[in-house]
């Protein structure tokens, strides 16, 4: 199938922007029998779905005589879950009916909503926008669906995961009951499914997920690290690839602010996307990107939604998603028209089993591969350095003029020498990273001790999380009670019923001497059991369990916050 069957306005469209075959969901949705009918389209980001329900809604749009009618009301509605997804719709829609004189309109949170309300009044063949914004006009008065036609739910599970399901039925509710509606989903959970079930009529199914699966040109990369190092994978990643532009996903918006600035410090120009940055904020970051002013990106999961770079080759999940739906929706911002790209997991080495289910069930087949090495990353630097040296150029003659004077003064090895050096200062250094073996990770965790922590003596004391046990109150307790100071104390293992801690063994007789003398006292804190044990609490947990169990620590009760003494602590239920 190709384009010419299309109005000559949309054909021309997309000739002049590269179209020349349809995607498999553009092609699916042109079919016969999708025509004039309501759409439940299954397809992952990517996968050409913008020019999909443009092109589907190409119909309803045109008059009898095959062209826009004036524009009194929006005849087309597309909501969409974010702003940058929005505006990016937006601009997709914008050229390919631009040979149709089509009128677009954008609505979404961020903006000046006084404009917005003006741009609608004065007429627009579809409207782009936000569920929030989108119902705010709505019942202003300023948005008028009474004329509409097609309605586009785009990314639907998306908007109803970010609670938008009161919002868009009461838009949906204020639509004429004969307009198509086209829902776009890259999954279809049961709430998908009840929303299909009200709001269309015999819906046609459409499901380009299975033969596609929507990301043929991304190579997926698992990486297995020290929890520890996971900052310092990431930057011997950015090195090793030096892609044009790299997307980093993180969780949450803390985690972006501090992977931004930590490598921001290290010298790489990198942006940060996320839910606490302002609209003009958004614009500014997308543009120095387009620019290629900066090359990386930082961002949450919601934050990316809409996110379109032609130059994006590379995502690194630095930390893992939460499922193979999100895996899919991050990396399909790469391997996009064509183009190759590479997705990278970054996997603590105690999830790799999680992580290895979660692809398995995506369908997912990734190469498990070691860190970006220091050697490796020079390596790579030298083939660049010599590619980008060795390509033809045209010099003009004030480039031979300073090239005769740097060759009169100096030989042409040093010229080349002096050149590689200032190339290599430019970028920010590799990191070296723990080998990844039980052995090296062992041998690390002993190099990484305190200096004065070599040898060490584990005391347990009967108290846990259970009762409320927090390092702030726990370290002025061991040093009044052992009489020593606070940098005299090692690490703290906090468990259930019980806690322990670590003192250098040249002090160990003394500090025991000291817990004696003071566990006679009145206060229910120097009533707390606190004495030498025999192992550490790993070793401690292992006899505990082949001997039945612990046994159960006398309760503490506390008075305020982070103390014993007083009302009986209450177990707080589990975390999901």
């Known amino acids: 199938m190709n384009f010419s069957d299309l109005p000559p306005f949309l054909s021309e469209a997309l000739a002049e ?63 969409a879950p974010t702003r940058e997804l929005a505006l990016q719709v937006s601009r997709e829609l914008i050229w390919l009916y631009a040979k149709a004189g089509a009128r677009v309109v954008t609505c979404v949170g961020g903006m000046d909503p006084s404009k917005e309300r003006r741009n609608l009044a004065h007429g627009a063949h579809i409207v782009v926008g936000t569920p929030g914004r989108l119902r705010d006009h709505l019942e202003r008065g300023a948005l008028d669906l009474s004329a509409l036609k097609a309605i586009v739910l785009d990314e639907a599970d998306e908007m109803l995961d970010m609670g938008f399901r009161e919002d868009l039925e009461e ?16 999954t279809m959970p049961r709430p998908i499914a009840e929303l299909a079930k009200r709001y269309q009529r015999e819906a046609v199914r459409i499901s ?30 950015l090195r090793f690839h030096e892609a044009e532009t790299a997307m980093l996903f993180c969780a949450t918006r803390d985690n972006v602010r501090h992977l931004h600035a930590t490598l921001q410090e290290r010298g790489f ?48 999940h630095v930390e893992i998603p939460r499922d193979a739906e999100t895996l899919q929706h991050r990396s399909g911002r790469t391997g996009r028209a064509g183009k190759k790209g590479t997705a990278v997991l970054i996997v603590p080495y105690q999830r790799r089993r999680r ?16 860190a970006p090495t220091p050697q490796m990353i020079r390596a790579k630097d030298r083939e660049r350095l010599l590619g980008a040296l060795l390509e033809p150029v045209e010099f003009d003659e004030e480039d031979r003029e300073l090239a005769t004077r740097l060759l009169a003064e100096r030989s042409p090895e040093d010229i080349a020498a002096a050149l590689v050096r200032s190339h290599r200062a430019s970028l920010p250094q590799p990191e070296d990273l723990i080998a990844n073996t039980p052995e090296a990770r062992r041998e690390a965790q002993k190099d990484r001790h305190r200096a004065g922590f070599e040898d060490v003596v584990w005391f347990r004391m009967e108290v846990g999380r259970r009762q409320n046990a927090d390092p702030r109150w726990i370290l002025p307790l061991l040093c009044r009670r052992g009489h020593i100071t606070r940098n005299e104390i090692g690490a703290i293992r906090i468990g259930g019923n019980e806690t322990y801690f670590q003192v250098p063994r040249q002090i160990a007789g003394k500090f025991g001497a000291a817990l004696a003398r003071t566990a006679n006292s009145e206060d229910e804190q120097d009533r707390i059991l606190i004495e030498q044990s025999a192992a550490g609490p790993r070793d401690d947990a292992r006899a505990n369990r082949r001997n039945g169990g612990p046994p159960h620590a006398p309760r503490v009760h506390r008075k305020g916050p982070g103390k014993p003494g007083g009302k009986p602590f209450h177990k707080r239920k589990p975390r999901d």
């Not at 996968?47 to 009618?69: I, N, Q």
């Not at 524009?71 to 087309?76: K, L, N, R, S, T």
Request: charged share 20%.
């Open 269 to 316: 120009a990198v942006v940060a996307l996320s839910g606490e940055h302002s609209q003009s904020e958004r614009n500014h970051a997308m543009q120095a990107l387009r620019d290629r002013r900066v090359r990386v990106c930082v961002a949450t999961d919601v934050a990316a939604r809409g996110i379109d770079l032609p130059t994006l080759s590379l995502v690194i």
């Open 171 to 186: 838009i949906l509710d204020a639509t004429p009951e004969s307009r198509r509606t086209l829902l776009f989903s890259a």
């Open 17 to 79: 922007r590269g179209y020349a075959q349809p995607t498999p969901v553009q092609a699916a949705v042109l079919e016969d029998h999708a025509g004039g009918r309501d759409l439940i389209v299954s397809a992952q980001t990517g996968s050409g779905k913008t020019v999909a329900f443009g092109l589907a809604m190409a119909d309803d749009l045109l008059g009898e005589a095959g062209t826009l009618e004036p524009a009194d009301g929006p005849a087309a509605l597309v909501i």
């Open 208 to 237: 380009t997920i299975g033969g596609e699966r929507g990301h043929g040109d991304i190579a997926y990369q698992a990486v297995t690290v020290s929890p520890s190092e996971i900052e310092n994978a990431v930057v011997n990643l």
């Open 355 to 370: 992580v290895e289910g979660m692809l398995r069930g995506a369908r997912i087949e990734a190469e498990w591969i070691e």
